[in-house]
């Protein structure tokens, strides 16, 4: 088996810790470098099921998309879930550490394994990281489909082939338009409107679309919006990742497995489509009540 450094340094050659945001926190949380290291779990969140389930398959070491401690912490005792988190991988041995805005432009990353999932082709960067003369890394994708199809009918690709969500797929547009080019971003992506719109794409497939700016970005041309859980866009790259270092593994000679999580962590658990189209109720003058 590998020591805990040997795989890490495989990881940092996947996803540069240098190729992250500067507002991020990526790399090694805890862990003994020289720990050996058999199980792998990969998933998205940090959160203590996931934490209970890497102990309970006995994984040496767990790998996440999204930071535990993103803003920084002055404690890591047990009575905060962060550090009850931080107290059950340490007891169990299990290391972590955090693969986050690297992953999400690296080639291939986050959004090449959301466009995979969704049986997309893509084509290039949505935005372009200037430090790579390939210029194949960046955040999003842009992508083909392979055949024309109508808006509704992508939001049902969408909501049959990504994870299920409480949430499901919202779409903003005319479901008859005829989509054949697509712009993806896993995560959180209404800051690229303007990126998506340059790209001249029918379609735009991200998470956490807010109100104002999905308003705005309508406002501003006939780009269609699909908006998924953010949960749901993130986990196709857990299967991916898990596949590099299986390939990585075998290379090397490692004894080793790696495992994806399949708990649903996104945090929305119940939804309620409306009965019916909403209506504006105007009162009965005559109904009133004198003043």
Known sequence: MPALTDVLAALDALWPPERAEQWDAVGTVCGDPDAQVGRVLFAVDPVQEVADEAVALGADLLITHHPLYLRGTTTVAASTFKGRVVHTLIKNDVALHVAHTNADRADPGVSDALAGALDLRPVR?????????????????????????????????????????????????????????????????????????????????????????????REHSDLALVDAAHWATEWPWTELAAAQLDEISDRHGWDLRTHVSRKVTDPWTAHAAAAAPFRVFAPDPASASPA
């Open 125 to 217: 960067p949505l935005v372009p990281d200037p430090a790579d003369p390939a210029g194949r890394q960046g955040l999003g994708r842009i992508c083909e489909l392979d055949r024309p199809e109508t808006l509704g009918e992508f939001t049902e690709r969408a909501a049959a082939r990504l994870p299920a969500t409480a949430q499901g797929i919202r779409a903003s547009g005319d479901p008859d338009r005829t989509i054949r080019t697509v712009a993806v971003c896993g995560g959180s992506g209404d800051g690229l409107f303007a990126e998506a719109r340059a790209a001249g794409v029918d379609a735009y497939l991200t998470a956490d679309l807010r109100h104002h700016p999905a308003s705005e970005a």
